[in-house]
């Protein structure tokens, strides 16, 4: 008994010593930064080549103005699936060292979905969230709170030849039918050139420019609501007819399947197609002084059929704040300040990233030297989501599987989208 009691004792002693030790290192590591006077850091993940322009603009600018907190900017690899991986994987382990979160639009459920972020709705009010696009808001929503405020906007653009258009006398397009007449007009006079180009390789991006057609023909994906899915409908058969028919009738190259981005952005920079769907920074490029088209190409929102609504996928980044970061604070300093109209109008004219507070489109400086800020601003306006659900990354990758398979002539559209369709729903748990 006594025994026993000698080993309770120092069970107790031994428990009271690991407490109070554990007590003196959080007090300890409370008045540290009081005693040091060293800064809150703030640690933020973003892709290598925004890594640069952030750390010589808006960072640095940010620094002077609040000495107390420090920027980490942390290197991630270009890729943006690779990206949210390393997110995704810090999160999941539980021991996420990232306070501040750079978000792509797509992104935003299935972090919110996940409890990785801290809910900001009550950080900003209406007044405060009405000067920025509202599709950049909603994207920055999932059920109805707010998880991330944009920084840069970004939205699909249909990229055409001002001048070749102009010596035929055609105006822009509006319709599909318009787009391929025109290619195939053009084509017959300009024998080396290309109609139409589109990201057609099973990606992010594939998907990216499907919801425009498909907005274009009046069809849905998914709908983030009712989850009901809209693959197996007739207008999103007729979406994937008309890219297949632009691969028939030689109005895009055999090898668009295989393209991305930078592909295609090649090809119409070098003179050798009439139209483009791209996005925002394939301007500034197309009108470099060694460029073959400066000053010939316009812009204007993606083509749609007759009476339906033309839409533009809307992309872009936003950031949000991880709901393990101990300085909330502080990160929510960095926010405003990111997102505020002074620092993002000085980050624009650094560094030409599009805005997401609307004024800025309109901005006299800004469009002195970005002229087609103007029109962006429209395009912005008449951009389309990807479906927020938690689980989007999965559906995309239905999408892309099947659709892939349709494009390069696997399975005819029907079948494609009959298994698209049904895998989705069982992926929502829809019958």
């Not at 970004?154 to 001048?163: I, N």
């Not at 936003?318 to 109008?345: D, V, W």
């Not at 008449?382 to 599987?401: E, F, G, H, K, T």
Request: proline letters at 6%.
């Amino acid at each position: 008994m006594k025994l026993k009691s000698i080993r309770l004792i120092k069970k107790y002693f031994w428990q009271l010593g690991i407490a109070l030790a554990i007590l003196a290192s959080i007090a300890i590591y409370a008045i540290a930064p009081a005693l040091t006077q060293q800064p809150v850091v703030l640690n933020l993940l973003m892709t290598a080549p925004d890594a640069q322009p952030w750390q010589q603009g808006i960072v640095k600018d940010f620094e002077t103005k609040y000495p107390g907190i420090r920027i980490n900017v942390i290197e991630g690899p270009n890729a943006t699936n690779l990206l949210e991986d390393l997110y995704t994987s810090a999160f999941i382990l539980g021991d996420s060292p990232y306070d501040l979160v750079n978000m792509d639009v797509i992104w935003t459920p299935k972090f919110a979905a996940a409890g990785w972020l801290k809910d900001l709705s009550n950080e900003f009010s209406a007044e405060e969230l009405a000067v920025f696009s509202p599709n950049d808001i909603e994207g920055s929503r999932y059920e109805g709170k707010l998880y991330r405020v944009p920084i840069r906007s970004d939205a699909g653009v249909l990229y055409y030849r001002q001048d070749l258009l102009s010596a035929a006398g055609y105006q822009p397009p509006e319709t599909f039918d318009e787009l391929l007449q025109i290619s195939q007009a053009l084509q017959k006079k300009n024998k080396d050139t290309w109609g139409y180009l589109w990201q057609g390789r099973q990606y992010e991006g594939l998907v990216a420019m499907f919801v425009e057609v498909l907005e274009g023909y009046g069809g849905f994906w998914v709908n983030p609501t009712t989850k009901e899915v809209g693959l197996d409908q007739p207008e999103t058969i007729q979406a994937i007819e008309f890219l297949r028919n632009t691969v028939k009738t030689g109005v895009s190259p055999p090898g668009v399947t295989t393209y991305q981005e930078e592909e295609t952005r090649r090809i119409f920079q070098s003179g050798k197609a009439v139209f483009l769907r791209s996005w925002p920074y394939v301007w500034p490029l197309a009108n470099e002084d060694s460029s073959p088209i400066k000053g010939r190409i316009g812009i204007k929102p993606m083509v749609s059929a007759p009476g339906k609504s033309a839409g533009t996928c809307l992309g872009g980044w936003g950031l949000g704040i991880a709901k393990s970061s101990p300085h909330q604070k502080e990160a929510m300093t960095a926010i405003r300040y990111f997102t505020s109209n002074e620092a993002q109008r000085n980050f624009i004219l650094k560094a030409g990233y599009v805005p997401s507070r609307r004024e800025l489109f309109n901005d006299a400086e800004i469009v002195a030297k970005y002229s087609y800020y103007p029109q962006l601003l429209n395009i912005v306006g008449s951009s389309v989501l990807r479906p927020a659900i938690a689980q989007y990354a999965q559906a995309s990758d239905i999408l892309q599987r099947y659709l892939s398979a349709a494009l390069t002539n696997s399975l005819t559209p029907e079948q494609a989208m009959k298994a698209a369709a049904k895998e989705t729903r069982l992926l929502l748990g829809k019958k």
